[in-house]
């Protein structure tokens, strides 16, 4: 069924709550829908919102936004010890986490609490606590609006990455996402290794899919700000790549440095938080604008803040660690 609204102010629509205008606004889902659109009234300039939790915008919208809101999860079926499940993209990614630990399926459990939903999740191959989208996506269904033919990719036609898929670089504005399918497993399967996990994991009398999944919900909680009380976007930034030569000169100076592997394994992965906090940057603010004071990778908007402001803080952040690294960081978040 088709919502639609004109003129519509788009404050509760983004997680970083601020204040813009779009010119038109659809609520869809079924694809059908889409290709009565495209093929009928095709929209000259459209986007997709999701759950508007990754994204700022700077600026009214003069096109037409297309909101995915189907519900909706199946189990397909069963392979030896996996299961094969389809999820719409309108379900909260958080309560598909919640439905997989409630019937003992194992695979996305340390993506708990991540905010947003199923359908933005391949986009930028959301990721925690050593666990990324990708790992479990089988397929992805959606509308092809220059082809107008509904389809799907596979894992592999993704070109998952860091925070990086097909659908941010071929696929952005033509591609439409309305349902996932990912591949689930009644084996237990804790993966403990990232930073405190494994501690408050066994904190919790050990590694069950509920004891996990609290357990990584609560050190979201002491770390990252509630976006429903301080608008934010989650990471701002992406942690930054850079080749080995690079991170080891920064190790000569600062040896207590976090570094991880990198997919390239000429280069390594550096945190971007740590970098915005040795920076000095941890809990300042300009403004209605801040740095998040436990998270130095969350930038947030403590009331009022326009995109535009959010946009002039990151600038100051990112030449502030250029100046003191020679770093150059990068924005998560999709800047409209
Ligand atoms: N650090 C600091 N100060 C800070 C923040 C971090 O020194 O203010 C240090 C930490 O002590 C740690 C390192 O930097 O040694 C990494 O920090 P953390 O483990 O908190 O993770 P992150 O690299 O800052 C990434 C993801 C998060 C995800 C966490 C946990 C990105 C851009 N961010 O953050 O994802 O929850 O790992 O896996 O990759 C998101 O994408 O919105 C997000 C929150």
Same mark, same amino acid.
Request: proline share 4%.
């Given at each position: ?194 930073? #405190?996990? *494994?501690?408050?994991?066994?904190? &919790?009398? %050990? /590694?069950?899919?509920?004891?996990? $999944?609290? !357990? ?60 915005? #906090?040795? *920076?000095?940057?941890?809990?300042? &603010?300009? %403004? /209605?604008?801040?740095?998040?004071? $436990?998270? !130095? ?40």
């Amino acid at each position: 069924m088709i919502r639609e609204f004109s003129e519509i102010n788009l404050l509760d629509r983004n997680s970083f709550h601020v204040e813009q205008r779009a010119a038109r606004l659809i609520e869809f889902d079924r694809w059908e829908e889409l290709h009565t659109l495209f093929t009928t009234q095709r929209p000259e300039r459209w986007m997709v919102l999701s759950g508007g939790n990754n994204i700022l915008f700077t600026q009214d919208y003069d096109g037409l936004i297309l909101t995915p809101v189907a519900q909706g999860i199946e189990l397909l079926r069963k392979e030896g010890d996996e299961v094969l499940v389809r999820v719409e993209a309108g379900v909260e990614w958080d309560d598909l986490v919640a439905w997989a630990v409630a019937h003992e399926l194992w695979g996305i459990e340390n993506l708990s609490l991540i905010p947003g939903k199923v359908g933005a999740a391949p986009v930028q191959n959301i990721g925690a606590y050593g666990c990324e989208a990708k790992d479990m996506i089988e397929r992805v269904l959606g509308y092809d609006t220059e082809l107008c033919t509904y389809t799907a990719l596979t894992r592999a036609e993704c070109a998952f990455g860091y925070r990086d898929s097909i659908f941010k670089r071929a696929l952005k504005g033509r591609w439409i996402i309305t349902a996932v399918e990912i591949r689930l497993s009644l084996r237990a399967n804790p993966q403990l290794g990232y930073g #405190d996990v *494994a501690r408050e994991v066994e904190a &919790r009398g %050990g /590694a069950t899919l509920k004891n996990i $999944r609290e !357990a990584i919900s609560d050190i979201r909680r002491s770390k990252l700000p509630d976006t429903n009380l301080l608008g934010n976007a989650g990471s701002f930034f992406k942690n930054p790549v850079v080749e080995r030569s690079v991170a080891e000169q920064l190790l000569a100076t600062y040896p207590d440095m976090p570094h991880y592997p990198a997919a390239d394994p000429d280069c390594i992965k550096l945190a971007a938080g740590w970098l915005i #906090d040795r *920076a000095g940057l941890k809990g300042t &603010r300009c %403004g /209605a604008v801040g740095v998040h004071d $436990r998270q !130095a990778l969350v930038l947030v908007n403590h009331g009022g803040a326009t995109g535009s402001e959010v946009i002039a803080f990151a600038h100051h952040v990112i030449r502030t660690v250029k100046e003191r690294f020679g770093i150059e960081i990068e924005p998560e978040v999709n800047i409209i």
